[in-house]
């Protein structure tokens, strides 16, 4: 895994206007993703986490701050020829198989969509055989191109949303939650075919999830976001090891394994941050506490953690 | 918990083939959204019957006229014929001209389902695409808001009476006057719908694909309003028929030598108390055509509700 | 049957009338709830045990009906009853439920307090003056503060957590012998299903309760339930202790299940991931219903349903691998891991979570 730097979000902040006043949903955040890896980013509803994957597809304008793609800005005011390296080089996997397909076109039509906005084809051979590659690329039978989405399950829809992803030969894939709407058992089929289409064709993953012990599978490094601030971010094997600020702990512990042993000694411990922290002398900085491992605290807190941490509680 | 273990021949303790082929073979019903929602639409008798109204009365309207070569404007000087009682030759009557009234009313019901639908055309066609822009284009809302209020407020019979008054009576005063107003309500219906779907999975994704605003309207949100649109059609043609009538009444409707069912029955109204039948049949026929229109646009508008499909 | 079950349900059928077709629910479930403790009954969609649930208090919806089968509760069969009079005495009283929105247990224009002293009144047999005060004490004990100014208020005053612990408090008001709670923690954020689920655990322990948990999430099971029935195409086909069906299970969905969780998987391998999709209800079911979709049958599944074979006292399975001619299968890395861990004494790792790294002890 290089450490080349495909996508860089410098001190973004998302405000949304809200009856008379603004709500911040997302603030001070900043993160690189490498090249190659599964970046993942972690929280629960509210935390912010789908409002930044929309930030950088330019779908929530960025109230401050910067997105870079390969060094250059996508974000704010940018012109046309940034605008389509974004469109083409960055896309987007959806939640909700059931609503992220358009019900009432055909799947050649979903699958082309984006060929047609930016006319990647010479002509209509070209075109279909982009779609037959990508519908078998996900293990679909290009004979699918001519039916409806309602006649299919929600592992195969799913499937298609990644099809439509990957006939634009992307370089970065923002997956948000791909699999909490999917049943036990289809989840593994998709979480098998990204990670083979990410050593096939050498994707770059930034995967949105609230569920950390699935997260932990997939990715290189974690980040956990809490009401809008990012407050750790490590190597995956790293945060569970040795998870520093309290939030990530007690997700940690609320997070329920399938693993009766594991559970039984496990306690419950909560979060609240009024409790947790003082930040009433000093603000909490994004500190490297640990090489590779940055945490939001203050100085004396950071310290603290670190010596502190000799494995989860 | 136990169940006695059937006789089950040794054999067949075999590890089995796995056709995984097989095992991907979707196993579910065909939904088809259209064909559930005309499913559920007929499965009422009274919807059949009501349908089917509709079907006879517009055919016969518009097919009787091509067949009866009745001379209109022929003035009709042996009163005998005028003002008859229902009888062999004249089914339900004659007019103050002599004219057969059955003959008649089918000339008239012509002309106002021809309004009617006229009317329905450009209300829903403006209507739609306005509604569409209004609900999608988020800088719109304010604008369009404003004159719904305006639009909305006005009261439409004073609206109606001004504009008649002021374009002479006629086929295309009456179609202006009714559009001018109606569009707004049905963009208004349109716009909710949309602004519901605006915001879904499927519309986020084709804004991060770059789909432009004139194909996401064309492809994204249209498809989506059909059923609502075919409602608001059905709907818009018993209110057009009726304020033609109601504008007859005070005398601003069609020009009295224009058959239709609004001249139809003012005349009627006019002589009912020595010739009721005058009135009866041409009102019949009114009644149905609203009546049948109305339940017909409100059934097939709950069974294009997804949700009502069984 | 054990002297301490107080539910017991045998080859219980259930069916629906859709489109002018049948639909079957339920192909012959069985399971045994045991007093005081908490069975999970775990399934994906399609498997029946939403249903299976309603059938306990008579709340099928009105186009399905209990065709055969028997569920057994204190000393009479609840599969019979078809008036709503007879229910009268169960619902509420004796078995509660608790759903995965708490808005259809709520009533939105009346008081928090007024609904659950009605519900406790009525049940208990209470005055307005007593009701009040259970009303009272049940709320603190669930958790939500201020039960004085919770009392008076409406729903939407609630939060979602909050909400769910309200109706969780207006169950077990009544106290009922059975609660039941069906996927109610799978809309709530992790943070607040963890407290809902210690709350679930505590009150059991406390009140002396059954509980019956309906979930799909296999994490929620090995946190809530001391047993596990694992339901797949309208049957149980495996039922034991969370430690026998984790670590020795012995059904190929159950196998298929489990080695298909990522918590479980070692990085840089594939999960195990089941084709195909369930078998359609509206078809009859020849043979082992999971056959098709399961490499290691035997020829025997396409043929005959499999019957519940013992594994122990407490643990049986429905797979014609248990019978003594079947040959020797081998089951999916990721189970064999987890009977290593069994025999080597359970625990793995500490509280990380147990997840497998791959890395580190030899399997």
């Known amino acids: 895994m290089s450490r080349d730097v495909l996508l860089s979000v410098r001190d973004l902040r998302v405000d949304f206007p809200v009856d008379r006043k603004t709500f911040t949903a997302v603030r001070d955040v900043s993160f690189d993703v490498y090249r190659g890896e599964t970046f993942s980013l972690v929280g629960e509803s509210g935390s912010g986490k789908t409002t930044i994957g929309r930030a950088i597809m330019r779908i929530h304008p960025a109230s401050s701050g910067e997105v870079l793609f390969e060094g250059r800005r996508v974000s704010g005011r940018i012109d046309a020829a940034s605008e389509r390296l974004l469109r083409q080089r960055i896309q987007m996997i959806f939640q909700d198989p059931m609503a992220s397909l358009n019900e009432r076109a055909k799947i050649d039509y979903i699958v082309s969509e984006g060929l047609y906005n930016f006319k990647l084809f010479k002509d209509e051979a070209e075109r279909r055989e982009k779609v037959e590659r990508a519908l078998r690329d996900v293990g679909l039978l290009p004979e699918f191109a001519t039916r409806f989405p309602h006649e299919f399950s929600g592992g195969q829809r799913q499937r298609i949303g990644i099809a439509r992803a990957l006939v634009m030969e992307p370089e970065l894939l923002i997956a948000d939650e791909p699999i909490s709407a999917l049943d036990v058992s289809i989840r593994a089929q998709v979480i098998n075919l990204m990670n083979r289409l990410k050593r096939e064709k050498s994707l770059t993953y930034f995967f949105i999830a609230h569920d950390l012990s699935v997260v932990r599978f997939i990715s290189d490094r974690i980040a956990v976001i809490h009401r809008g601030r990012i407050v750790e971010l490590a190597g995956a094997e790293e945060l569970f090891a040795r998870p520093l600020h309290p939030y990530t702990r007690a997700l940690l512990s609320a997070v329920p394994v399938p693993d009766p042993d594991a559970e039984a000694g496990k306690r419950l411990t909560t979060y609240d941050p009024a409790r947790a922290h003082d930040y009433s002398r000093e603000a909490p900085a994004w500190r490297e506490a640990l090489p590779g491992h940055f945490v939001l605290g203050t100085e004396g807190e950071t310290a603290g953690w670190v010596g502190g941490s000799s494995g989860t509680p | 918990m136990i169940r006695t273990i059937p006789e089950v021949p040794a054999e067949l303790f075999r590890p089995a083939a796995f056709d995984e082929a097989a095992a991907e073979r979707t196993g579910y019903a065909r939904y088809s959204y259209w064909r559930s929602t005309f499913r559920t639409f007929l499965k009422s008798p009274v919807s059949i019957f009501l349908l089917a109204l509709i079907v006879v009365l517009t055919t016969a309207s518009f097919v009787y006229p091509l067949f009866a070569h009745m001379d209109l404007g022929a003035v009709n000087l042996d009163t005998e014929t005028w003002n008859l009682s229902p009888n062999r030759d004249h089914v339900f009557g004659t007019d103050g001209l002599g004219r057969d009234i059955w003959a008649l009313t089918w000339y008239g019901t012509r002309t106002s389902l021809l309004l009617g639908f006229v009317i329905a055309l450009l209300d829903v066609g403006i209507g739609m695409i306005a509604g569409a822009l209004w609900g999608y284009v988020r800088k719109l809302d304010r604008i369009m808001t404003e004159l719904y209020n305006v639009l909305n407020n006005i009261p439409q019979t004073v609206f109606l009476v001004l504009l008649a008054y002021i374009m002479r009576p006629g086929f295309w005063t009456i179609v202006t006057a009714l559009c001018s107003t109606g569009w707004i309500g049905i963009a208004r219906f349109v716009r909710n719908k949309v602004i519901t779907i605006r915001d879904a999975e499927y519309n986020v994704a084709s804004r991060c694909l770059g789909t432009p605003l004139r194909r996401m309207i064309t492809k994204n949100v249209l498809p989506y309003l059909v059923s609502i649109l075919i409602m608001e059609a059905a709907l818009t043609i018993p209110y057009s028929i009726g304020s033609e009538v109601f504008l007859g009444f005070i005398g601003l409707g069609l020009p009295i030598d224009t058959i239709s069912l609004g001249n139809l029955v003012n005349q009627g109204k006019n002589n009912f108390m020595l010739y009721p039948y005058q009135l009866t049949w041409p009102t019949v026929i009114l009644a149905a055509i609203t009546v049948s229109f109305y339940i017909v646009g409100n059934r097939f508008s709950d069974a294009s509700d997804p949700r009502n499909h069984v | ?363």
Not at chain 3, 38 to 58: D, H, P, R
Not at chain 3, 100 to 113: H, I, S, Y
Not at chain 3, 285 to 293: E, L
């Open chain 3, 1 to 363: 049957m054990s002297g301490d079950t107080i539910l017991e349900v045998r080859d219980l059928r259930v069916s629906f009338s859709l489109r002018g077709r049948r639909l079957t629910a339920l192909r012959g479930a069985g399971l045994d709830l045991r007093k005081g403790e908490t069975l999970a009954v775990v399934g994906e969609s399609g498997s029946g045990k939403s249903v299976l649930a309603k059938t306990f208090l008579g709340m099928l919806d009105r186009n399905g009906r209990v065709d055969s089968g028997s569920i057994l509760f204190d000393g009479k069969d609840l599969a019979r009853y078809n008036k709503e009079r007879e229910w009268l005495g169960i619902r509420g009283k004796r078995i509660a439920m608790i759903f995965q929105d708490p808005m259809t247990a709520l009533n939105p224009l009346k008081t928090v307090g007024e609904q659950i002293r009605e519900a406790a009144a009525l049940h208990r047999g209470l005055d307005r003056v007593a009701s009040r005060a259970v009303v009272l004490e049940t709320l603190s004990r669930v958790g939500i503060p201020e039960p004085e100014l919770r009392y008076r208020q409406y729903p939407h005053e609630f939060s979602g957590g909050m909400r769910q612990r309200a109706v969780i408090a207006a169950a077990v008001a009544c106290r009922p012998e059975i609660l039941i709670c069906d996927e109610p923690t799978t809309a709530l954020d992790v943070t607040v299903q963890a407290q809902i689920l210690d709350l679930i655990k505590s009150l059991q322990r406390e009140l002396g309760m059954t509980v019956l948990f309906i979930t799909h999430d296999l994490g929620v099971v090995a946190s809530v339930a001391q047993r596990v029935a694992v339901m797949y195409s309208g049957q149980v086909i495996e039922e034991g202790s969370v430690r026998e069906v984790f670590y020795d299970p012995r059904a190929p969905y159950t196998w298929a299940l489990l080695a298909s969780l990522p918590q479980l998987g070692v990085k840089g391998e594939e999960l195990y991931s089941i084709k195909g999709t369930p078998p359609s209800l509206f078809k009859e079911v020849v043979g082992d219903a999971f056959a098709p979709r399961n490499p290691r049958a035997l020829e025997v599944d396409f043929k005959h349903e499999p019957p519940v074979f013992p594994v122990s006292d407490t643990h049986w399975a429905r797979t014609w691998l248990l019978d003594p001619r079947a040959p020797r299968i081998e089951a999916p890395e990721t189970v064999r891991r987890l009977r290593a861990r069994l025999a080597r004494g359970g625990a793995g790792a500490a509280a990380t979570g147990g997840a497998d790294t791959g890395k580190g002890g030899a399997e």
